[in-house]
């Protein structure tokens, strides 16, 4: 059972980036939820998509801007992040768990199933 996370990389502000979660060894049915770390911060809940209905949930400060999906034919999510900001730089890190309710719900510790981090940095 394992998430791999890939897309991250260097962009300049402004710009656009997908980032990608394929899990292996289960299907990814399951809620899915995007964090990040910043340097001297604690992780925050990105984005977050839930298993029973598709809800999706959004920090504040990238709503209108990232867009959480997932294609279940090829057991893959993806975090879509456009208009890149600096203070969007941080590691990103897929999370995916059998949720009963709403992903926004659940802390970050619920989330059983985690992807190691991809470096996102923003600079021009």
């Known amino acids: 059972v394992q998430l791999q996370a890939s897309g991250g990389g260097l962009v300049q502000p402004g710009g656009s980036m997908t980032l990608s979660c394929t899990a292996s060894?289960?299907?990814?049915?399951?809620?899915i939820a995007w964090f990040r770390q910043a340097p001297g911060k604690e992780r925050e809940r990105v984005s977050c998509?839930?298993?029973?209905?598709?809800?999706?949930n959004y920090a504040d400060s990238v709503k209108g801007r990232f867009t959480i999906s997932k294609d279940s034919a090829k057991n893959t999510g993806y975090l879509q992040m456009n208009n890149l900001k600096p203070e969007d730089t941080a590691i990103y890190y897929c999370?995916?768990?059998?949720?009963?309710?709403?992903?926004?719900?659940?802390?970050?510790?619920?989330?059983?199933?985690w992807g190691q981090g991809t470096q996102v940095t923003v600079s021009s």
């Open positions: 999370a995916s768990e059998n949720l009963a309710l709403h992903c926004a719900l659940y802390s970050e510790a619920e989330f059983g199933f």
């Open positions: 998509v839930s298993s029973h209905d598709g809800s999706t």
């Open positions: 060894g289960f299907r990814l049915a399951y809620a």
